[in-house]
């Protein structure tokens, strides 16, 4: 989102005459650009990376169920995509893999605490 905003005022350069250089003064403004814009891109990747982790995952578990169980039910599908805990998801790709029945994976997948919907 922070990139996005750079490259509308005008990329990196924008932000160094706009923002560091008036504050900083002409050396030191550049050198916090530069280290603020590879700051950016490198936490950028990095979530990148776990959004790619997320998705790979659900999409595990989606093959592993659709494979072992056949077409699987939409609130099934919906639960897994909506969840946003890694190590949950890791949990549920072994549960996929191991589970007898499906029932037994929909148990598994309902430990997941679901904050959306009003306690009964």
Avoid: W
């Amino acid at each position: 989102y922070i990139l996005e905003i750079v490259k509308v005022a005008g990329g990196p350069e924008a932000l160094e005459e706009l923002f560091f250089i008036p504050i900083l003064g002409q050396e030191e403004g550049k050198k916090m650009s530069a280290t603020t814009i590879d700051d950016i891109k490198a936490q950028s990747m990095e979530e990148g990376r776990a959004i790619g982790k997320l998705e790979c995952t659900k999409n595990t578990i989606g093959i592993v169920l659709s494979v072992r169980f056949g077409e699987t039910s939409v609130p099934v599908q919906e639960k897994v995509l909506h969840c946003q805990d890694i190590d949950f998801l890791e949990f549920l790709v072994i549960k996929s893999m191991k589970a007898e029945t499906l029932e037994e994976f929909k148990r598994h997948l309902n430990l997941m605490v679901d904050f959306t919907t009003p306690p009964e």
